[in-house]
């Protein structure tokens, strides 16, 4: 059982979901994504969907969080590897045919359509504000600016992601 | 009212054929919607319905700059689009056959009837494979008078693509210009030829490639719109229309004579009347008039007739005979044709006739305007109707010869080309303000189109004023006229 999943009655007037900017603060909804074990969650309020493809177009001298460009239903989106922006190495898995199968999560940013591309995705979590911890003082400096903070859960620690900083990723000007 | 015209009703907001409304019926806002949105990019919408047959709806969408003819290529696994309106043609390239790919230091090159082409291999440009110049094809592409090849593993078809605007994050990437969803789904990017030409520079030895080898001295801007009129029995006469103010015929019975002038009473103003050339003042008739004007002062140039109006790129071979009133001479349509100077004309008349302000400056200033302008043929078309003006002008080519002129006159107003290399002329305008005596000048650009963003750019840099090259009664009031300008308002 998922912890706070269940047991926490509805509470839809806690937050306005018609407001577009919903911070980490007020949505302590999240959808889980894993990087190799560590657990993350994303505020549910920007994700739009979570999608399998195989098919990537990679963009040449493109910064190397940008591993290329997904068809989504007509629209052109911009794949990001969540492994790279977290510095970590990045490991393809493949389907039967060979393939890279790849788990993206959808997000709109400043208009544009992103995927994020990540090891796998969990499920939906409500947690409690209560569990809600301020970001470890000594973690990796690119995580700790991509995180805004961590959730207590019974038997693992949740980072929540700023998708915002996320997705500033510095362009490499003299490409 | 008509069957269509009843169709048509669908499309209005609010419209419904339902007998109640529930929260997904009946609201009669579907077709209006359609319509709304097809109509925003410029489509059109039509409906025809024949009961118990059937609907057709026809929807015209434009096809706009959005939508190109795109080759498709396949570089190592990877398969781009090259926009078609840059392709010249396709050279299969095989080791041992006609078309082969040579070397020079390991700058690829292929022989094309005689000539040799810069060759750039996609594979490598994009990092995507080893290039391999064995065997592919070459895409030869021309951005203006540059052309290159382009090495492809393999070239499939053409495809009209939709252009998508490329990721805000991939934007700063020089080799593409969108990116489009192929009919199989496969996303593909949209090769920018001129990114790629930019690059031959640094990747592929060399120099530019010329097509064939134009002369490079006769700038594109040299085109003019000029008036060309006859004079005497054979005689083509031309000037720049942009100088000419209104064209007339006008009964010769109207001419006054009076102390071996010819006056014509012309709008209130009685105005001079000077033959061009071999051109005879008629005695009855209709007279052709070209006039020109110019702030307090007004000429009627007389002619034989005026021939027509033409858009030519000039190439003027110069007077060797200053003083006859001739600028030079240009091919215009095919034939010889003298490019008058207007300078000679105007002060052909007496002192009196002018306004008696602009002769005391020109006798009081030493060098007062220089004019930095690489065309020849606008330095020359611009140099009598400044001097007309009563104003001393010295000229320049290239910045360089601007600054020696600088340093030994005495120049008060300096015109700068902004349609020859901008960025140069910005430059130098800043480093004239930064001189000593930079604050006294005049700075003022002149381009052939003002834009508000070339104002501002203009503002940046320090300059008074931009004119546009053709207005010449902007120019002269600029000069008469020492307001402030853009640089103190900034």
Redo the contacts between chains.
Sequence with gaps: MIPGRNETPEREDARNPAEPQVTAFDSLDYVTVRIGDQLLGLPIGRVHDVFITNRITVVPRAPKEIIGLLNLRGRIVTAVCLRRRLGRPVTFRQDREGKQELVAVGIDHEGEAYALIVDAVGEVMRLDQSTFEPVPVHLDRGWAALATGVHRLEDRLLVVLDVDAILAIELDAAA | MSDAQVSRFIFHPGFSTADSITAISGRGVGMDVVKVNVDAIGGLIDIVSKPGQGTTITIKIPLTLAIVAALIVVAGE?RFAIPQIVVRELVRVKSGADHRIEDINGAPILRLRGRLLPVIALSA????AEPSFDDGFIVVTQIGERQFGILVDGVFHTEEIVV?PM????R??P??SG?T?LGD?????IVDPNGVAGLVGGTAAGEAFHVDAPSTAAPVLDKTTMLVFRTGAEGLRAVPLSLVTRLEEVDAALFEHGSGRTLLHYRNRLIPVVPVAETRLRQEGLQPLVIISDADMTVALAVDAIVDIVDEVLDIEMAAIQDRGIVGSAMIRGRATDIIDLAHYLPMNERGWRPSGVGSAERAAGADILLVEPSRFLRDMLTPVLKASGHHVVFASDFAAARQELASEAIAVVLIDLDGNIDGAFAFAASLRDTAAGDRLRLIGMTTLVTPDLHMRAGQARLDEVIAKFDRRALLGELADRRPGLREAA
């Design positions: 990877q440009l994009m990092g995507t998508k990721s805000s994050k991939l700063h990437i080799l593409f990116n969803i789904g496969a996303v593909v990017l």
